[in-house]
């Protein structure tokens, strides 16, 4: 009986899953249509952004030369009536107003464009998801549709699944805070300050004090260039784009730089055997590795040295992160992961490695230090992509 009922449940699910599968090839056609619209429009205003800066080039050589034929007419009064005068500032005054006008077409059009090219990133995904999710509907239908004797083992590893989906939502989430909370406490105040200085100047230009404007001006180009500093670094932490222009080396050789500025942990950054490089995805977990190795070296080890040690070889990479902190029993720290505590840093590691097909290993002893060696195997055909 109690396989009787499975079996009905799984016909049912079934049947759920082939509808859903075709509401997914939907989805899939719908969002590639979409696609198509947007790549077009894509098209015709990269163009017309083509087409604008022309412009704006020739206008900015146009409004030159008006202003230099203003300066002439106004400094030599002896030649030049005071008609000739208005003339070449009217003249100038009209050049300077198409000028301004082109550029801010030419701001809305980029602006357009960057909007556009983000949907079309955004629309890639969920093609990419839709067909993702389509095959992995298909093979559970395979797995459903044979042997009944395989439903536990099915079932087991879908639970599993489940519990590395919802590790994975939720250290997403606990990303998006911490996101959050360094556009809070970093832009979003410094934008708010410049705000409130360019009110103070604007009444300042009133009151014709511009000695105190110009300090002001000045202060202000400060907090600007800090709050476009602390965007950046805000970028770098969620991607960093030397990962795709100069590989993961130099990437990591610059963070653990900035990091040891930063912090006043001296790093000792070291790399055995030939870099090459990996995979795209591959290059981004190995960063984001060493990133989260480093930041639980910050936070809990208390430790005044650190070594980052990168070991390429034919069939694997291997990345060892160390400190002389104050270290801790591991047997306290797998029993804790066990029962689900915290930790999420050492958890996260591990996981992003045994996603990858690898394994990490913990070594530690109180006031001894902490080693995490975390072992990569890289196969022929990732090394052909």
């Given at each position: 009986m109690?396989f009787d009922?499975?079996?009905?449940?799984?016909?049912n699910?079934?049947?759920?899953?082939e509808?859903?599968?075709?509401?997914?090839f939907e989805?899939c056609?719908?969002a590639?249509?979409?696609?198509e619209?947007l790549?077009?429009?894509l098209?015709q205003?990269?163009?017309e952004?083509s087409?604008?800066?022309?412009?704006?080039?020739?206008?900015e050589v146009?409004?030159?030369r008006?202003r230099?034929?203003?300066t002439?007419?106004s400094r030599?009064?002896?030649?030049f009536k005071?008609e000739d005068?208005?003339?070449?500032?009217?003249?100038a005054?009209?050049m300077?107003?198409q000028?301004?006008m082109?550029?801010e077409?030419?701001?809305?059009?980029?602006?357009?464009?960057?909007e556009?090219?983000?949907?079309?990133?955004?629309v890639?995904?969920t093609?990419e998801r839709?067909?993702?999710l389509?095959?992995?509907?298909?093979?559970?239908?395979?797995?459903?549709?044979g042997?009944?004797?395989?439903v536990?083992?099915?079932l087991?590893?879908a639970k599993?699944?489940q519990l590395?989906?919802?590790?994975?939502?939720?250290?997403q989430?606990?990303?998006?805070?911490?996101?959050?909370?360094?556009?809070?406490?970093?832009?979003?105040q410094?934008?708010?300050?410049?705000?409130?200085r360019?009110?103070?100047?604007e009444?300042?230009?009133?009151?014709q004090?511009?000695?105190?404007?110009?300090?002001?001006?000045s202060d202000l180009?400060?907090?600007?260039?800090?709050?476009?500093?602390?965007?950046?670094?805000i970028?770098?932490?969620?991607?960093?784009?030397?990962l795709d222009?100069?590989?993961?080396?130099?990437?990591?050789?610059?963070y653990?730089?900035d990091?040891?500025?930063?912090?006043?942990i001296?790093?000792?950054?070291?790399?055995?055997?030939?870099?090459?490089r990996?995979?795209?995805?591959?290059?981004?977990?190995?960063f984001?590795?060493?990133?989260?190795?480093?930041a639980n070296?910050?936070?809990?080890?208390?430790?005044?040295?650190?070594?980052?040690e990168?070991t390429?070889?034919r069939?694997?990479?291997?990345v060892v992160?160390?400190?002389?902190?104050?270290?801790?029993?591991?047997?306290?720290?797998?029993a804790?992961?066990?029962?689900?505590n915290?930790?999420?840093g050492?958890?996260g590691?591990r996981?992003?490695?045994?996603?990858?097909?690898?394994?990490?290993?913990i070594?530690?002893?109180?006031?001894?230090g902490?080693?995490?060696t975390m072992?990569i195997p890289?196969s022929?055909?990732q090394?052909e992509?």
């Amino acid at each position: 009986m109690q396989f009787d009922a499975i079996d009905k449940v799984i016909k049912n699910a079934i049947g759920v899953m082939e509808s859903s599968k075709y509401q997914m090839f939907e989805i899939c056609e719908s969002a590639r249509s979409e696609w198509e619209a947007l790549n077009k429009e894509l098209h015709q205003v990269m163009d017309e952004v083509s087409r604008t800066i022309d412009q704006v080039d020739k206008l900015e050589v146009e409004y030159k030369r008006s202003r230099i034929r203003l300066t002439e007419v106004s400094r030599d009064f002896h030649r030049f009536k005071e008609e000739d005068i208005r003339v070449a500032y009217e003249a100038a005054t009209q050049m300077q107003l198409q000028l301004i006008m082109a550029r801010e077409k030419e701001h809305h059009l980029r602006a357009r464009r960057d909007e556009l090219q983000k949907r079309i990133r955004n629309v890639d995904k969920t093609v990419e998801r839709a067909e993702a999710l389509v095959g992995q509907m298909n093979v559970v239908l395979k797995y459903l549709s044979g042997d009944l004797n395989q439903v536990t083992r099915i079932l087991e590893s879908a639970k599993n699944r489940q519990l590395i989906g919802l590790k994975i939502i939720l250290a997403q989430e606990e990303e998006r805070k911490r996101i959050a909370r360094e556009i809070h406490d970093g832009p979003a105040q410094a934008m708010a300050n410049m705000v409130l200085r360019s009110e103070i100047a604007e009444r300042m230009l009133d009151r014709q004090e511009y000695a105190t404007v110009k300090e002001e001006l000045s202060d202000l180009k400060g907090a600007v260039r800090f709050g476009l500093e602390e965007v950046r670094k805000i970028i770098f932490n969620l991607r960093p784009m030397a990962l795709d222009d100069l590989g993961l080396m130099p990437t990591l050789r610059k963070y653990v730089q900035d990091f040891e500025d930063r912090t006043r942990i001296h790093i000792r950054f070291e790399v055995i055997g030939v870099e090459t490089r990996l995979p795209s995805a591959m290059e981004v977990a190995v960063f984001r590795l060493v990133q989260e190795g480093l930041a639980n070296v910050l936070k809990h080890s208390k430790a005044s040295h650190a070594g980052i040690e990168i070991t390429y070889q034919r069939q694997m990479v291997k990345v060892v992160v160390k400190d002389n902190g104050v270290g801790f029993s591991v047997d306290k720290l797998e029993a804790m992961i066990a029962r689900g505590n915290s930790h999420f840093g050492i958890m996260g590691m591990r996981e992003r490695v045994e996603l990858l097909g690898g394994r990490m290993d913990i070594e530690s002893e109180p006031n001894a230090g902490a080693k995490l060696t975390m072992i990569i195997p890289i196969s022929l055909e990732q090394r052909e992509e």
